[in-house]
């Protein structure tokens, strides 16, 4: 079925009410995305959305909607009646599942681990070979700070050792220490989705027993030899308390979800309990490592 987007450009004051304008003139969706790349972290259960500053609210419209009536109607009600920026555009009738599929290929990191997607076969069935399907949570290991963080777990001897994900998401990082050897991973995300999407492909994986995920409220207290915690810069720093609690005496600890200019703030607070190394950069994200003193 072929559609019409139309966007608005909004800010995080009115993009909830832009939303629910698009929503009353027939938008079959309603999708918000950041205008200038800003990050932004999921909000914890009970807390308010924020959005960005700059702010498109883009409605997606069937094909055969009366535009122009649309327009009309919300120019009429819009605070600039004159200067509404927005922006209509048709979009290609595509299976976009299927474009989503084909373009996620088999990833290599470090020197042993590939990140595969079920539906394809493994480059080098010798390798650590780790088949995933992101399903509803992020991580495909195609970011930067995923792929950050899967180097670093190829880099240590995970060998019957227990490991922390704090944010697992889809799970890309606790499957990828159990593939590499350790005995247990402990997964914690705020999103129950995430939760599943870890379970589903732990199973896939053959190593579903060897991985427990929990909310945070309901987050076990022990000390790990290792954890890893991709998030973003905001939770990290505020959860530091947390994520510096669960790392064990000489254990080894990998931070990452944060922008070059953030990377200072976080090293001189998890330096407190931990013997920081240089930061690793990549594409303007980086990866803080260290050891617990």
Known sequence: M?????????????AEKYSEWLSACGAQAVTFIDAQDTPIYEPLPGDEIVYWNNTVVMGLFDASHD?????????????????????????????????WMDNFHPMKFGQRLWICPSWRE???????????????????????????????LDSLDLKGKTVVDFGC????????????????????????????????????????????????????TFKADVVVAN???????ELAPVIIEYVASKGKLALSGVLEEQAQQLQTIYGEFCDMEPVTVQDE??????TRK
């Not at 535009?67 to 595509?94: F, G, W």
């Not at 010798?126 to 930067?144: K, S």
């Not at 994200?285 to 260290?290: A, I, N, T």
Request: proline share 7%; aromatic share 6%.
């Open 2 to 14: 072929p559609w019409i987007q139309l966007r608005l450009s909004a800010n995080e004051d009115n």
């Open 67 to 99: 535009m122009d009536k649309v327009l009309s109607y919300l120019k009429s009600i819009h605070p600039d009646k004159s200067n509404m920026a927005y922006k209509l555009e048709q979009l290609e009738d595509k299976d976009w599942e299927r474009e």
């Open 231 to 237: 998030i973003l810069a905001g939770p990290l720093r």
């Open 122 to 152: 493994v480059p080098d069935p010798d390798a650590v070979n780790v088949m995933l399907d992101p399903g509803l949570a992020f991580g495909t290991g195609t970011h930067p700070t995923t792929a950050l963080c899967l180097t670093w």
């Open 169 to 220: 998401g889809s799970g890309i990082l606790s499957l990828a220490a159990l593939k590499l050897g350790a005995a247990k991973v402990i997964g914690i995300d705020i999103d129950p989705q995430a939760l599943q999407a870890s379970l589903e492909n732990a199973k896939r994986n053959d190593c579903a027993d060897r991985l427990a995920l929990f909310l945070p409220k309901d987050q076990p």
């Open 285 to 290: 994200w980086v990866r803080l490592s260290g």
